[in-house]
Each structure stands twice: as C-alpha cells, then as structure tokens.
C-alpha cells in the first residue's frame, strides 16, 4: 500500500520525492548498501516517564493487551534499540499496527534514560519465520529499501536486519515516516483535501524514480516459474 504523507509532510510540486523524512542523527548502516541522505524524523510519541519507557512491560502502548509474547517482543526490543540508536536506552509506546498470520508491522519510540523519544521506528517481521513460499523474504526486502535509498524513491532508512541471536524472528527495523495508508480516508477526508489533487502527479514521479533506480544497487529477487505458484495455490484450494 502506498503511504499518503500527512496533509503538513505532503509533497508539492516540483518537490523531489526523496526529501521525505527518513531519519537524521543515526549511525550509517552496516550493509553493503549506503544511505545517501540523513533527515530528522517525524517526532515520536512522548513516554509517560522514565520508568516506564526503560521497563519492558510498560513499553507498550496504553491500548496493547498484555501477553507473554507481547512481553518478550517488547524486552527484546529494549535490549535490541540502544545498541543502535544512538543516545537510546530503551523503548516506549509499542502499539500493532497490522494483524496477519504471518507478519506484523509494529510501531514505536527508541527513548533516552530520561524516557525522552529520540526516534520513531518501526518492526516488520515475521515471528517464526514462517511467510507464504511466493513471498519475498524480509531480509531481501530490507536490502531492496536500502538499494532504494538516495535514488529519488520515498522508502524509510533500515537501521537494522533480525538475525537469528536477536530471537525476534525474521523482519528489520526501519525509521518512521508518519502517514496514512488507509484509502477511504485519503479519499474523503477532509483533511486530506489538498493532498489529493496532488497524488496522480506524486504517483508518477515516484513510479519513474523506481524505473531509474540503478539496479546493479539492489538484491536479486527469486524468481519462481507461474506454473509452479499456480500448482501451490490450486492445491491450497482442494
């Protein structure tokens, strides 16, 4: 889905589509793959104090119900951020965003010791790595947004690819960039009323970066023959 920028983030006209924000202050990657560009962040949700932004278990959002898995993502997550975020030293505010069988896109705030946001983030993973066979693999997914990065296309800056010893399952983090992606709101609020005369033209100039984007610059995509995802799918149905 694409993400429609806040009415105050929106593009304008004769704006180059990479001057979305994607994050500033944060260390370079360590991938084979640069990013070109540093840009402050969208602001982060403010904790409700220090207290609560370093305990794990008040790390989540005021609406997330308790749970052990909840529990462990949110630990996890606390020991995983500071690490790479400089001047963090835990997280708060850890809210679900989608619901799915097997991936999750989760949002949160890395917080100083103060329990002051430094960044907003995101988690997208799949907790027991388990995807469908014709998807793309989440690892392949955080090299193709960093191959992206610097070329003209709007993608969040990855701070960071799951390995194995995080014990968070498969997925990346990735810096956040503040939007909406539900259609019935694009097109009918009135909050996005100016937005909207805006996003054919946005669209285009987004679909002609990615044509331009130098390919030598992004992962090899598995191929996989029609006939055989066709056999898969039909034999999902019987």
Known sequence: ????????????????????????????????????????LPPAPRSHGHHDALHPFAARGANLPMSPAVDALASGLAALVPPIVPGSAGIAGLTRLSAGATLETWSFAAVDAAGSPRHALILR????????????????????????SGSGVPVP??????????????????????????????????????????????????????????????????????AAILARLRARRQ
């Open 1 to 40: 889905k694409a993400r429609v920028p806040e009415p105050r983030n929106a593009l304008r006209p004769g704006q180059p589509s990479d001057a979305v924000d994607t994050g500033a202050g944060l260390p370079a990657n360590r991938s084979r793959h640069r990013p070109h560009h540093r840009r402050a």
């Open 125 to 148: 993973r799949s907790p027991g790595g388990l995807r469908s066979s014709e998807s793309v693999p989440l690892a392949v997914e955080a090299d193709l947004l960093r191959g992206l």
């Open 157 to 226: 800056r990855v701070m960071h690819t799951l390995r194995p010893d995080d014990g968070l399952g498969d997925g990346f983090l990735m810096t956040r960039i503040d939007g909406e992606t539900i259609p019935r709101k694009i097109l009918r609020d009135a909050s996005y009323a100016d937005v909207r005369p805006m996003l054919a033209s946005q669209f285009g100039a987004i679909l002609a970066s990615i044509h331009r984007a130098d390919s030598s610059r992004l992962p090899s995509l598995p191929v996989k023959p029609l």
